[in-house]
């Protein structure tokens, strides 16, 4: 376990001229695996400060978003443009290396039933295959409706379409990850004396 803890430091905060290679981010799943949570089971996992990443993972392009250390705002980041599954990983990692993340939250496209439909499966899978990859605890966040309320809110803006493609799914990773903060928040709060 020493060994997990130092290769998770060594992703977090790489020594000075250190390079961050993919191969240094894929320690062995025994060692460092950390399962997929619900967000709610997740919580109890997270250290009080630090930076969560959020994802909305789309099948052309991930959206990535990040928290303040305090979780009270989250920030767009990125889009990626989905290639490998091993590039899409890399790329992930070394963005919550630069911001010091201590999670991912990583949105749940679930049905307005509840039902869990192929895009709910591919993500799951995703996140399945990614905690193989770090440490880094993987919580699933209810995303319903998130790319609709972002699209809604940029039409509102005046953004036009192209503009409003280029940073879409960014803006939806920061919708679902502020989502996310919120309800961290409101259990935190539960669990403060009154």
Not at 59 to 77: E, M
Not at 91 to 99: D, Q, W
Not at 134 to 145: F, N, V, Y
Not at 155 to 181: E, F, N, P
Request: glycine share 4%; charged share 25%; aromatic share 2%.
């Amino acid at each position: 376990m020493q060994s997990a803890r130092l290769l998770h430091r060594s992703i977090i905060a790489p020594a000075a001229g250190e390079k961050l290679a993919l191969a240094a981010v894929q320690p062995r799943a025994s060692e460092t695996a950390m399962p997929v949570f619900p967000l709610i089971e997740a919580a109890a996992l997270l250290p009080a400060r630090g930076a969560l990443i959020g994802l909305d993972l789309g099948t052309k392009t991930i959206g990535v978003a990040v928290s303040d250390p305090d979780r009270r705002v989250a920030a767009p980041v990125e889009t990626i443009a989905r290639k490998r599954f091993a590039l899409d990983a890399q790329r992930i990692l070394v963005l919550a290396a630069e911001r010091r993340a201590v999670a991912c939250v990583l949105g749940l496209p679930v049905s307005m039933d509840g039902s869990e439909g192929r895009r709910a499966q591919a993500t799951r899978a995703f996140a399945r295959n990614l905690e193989k990859l770090t440490a880094l605890p993987i919580a699933l966040w209810d995303e319903r409706l998130s790319t609709a309320a972002v699209e809604r809110a940029l039409i509102a803006a005046d953004l036009s379409r192209a503009k409003r493609k280029a940073v879409i799914d960014q803006h939806a990773a920061t919708y679902i990850l502020q989502g996310a903060l919120d309800r961290l928040t409101r259990i935190a709060a539960v669990k403060l004396p009154e």
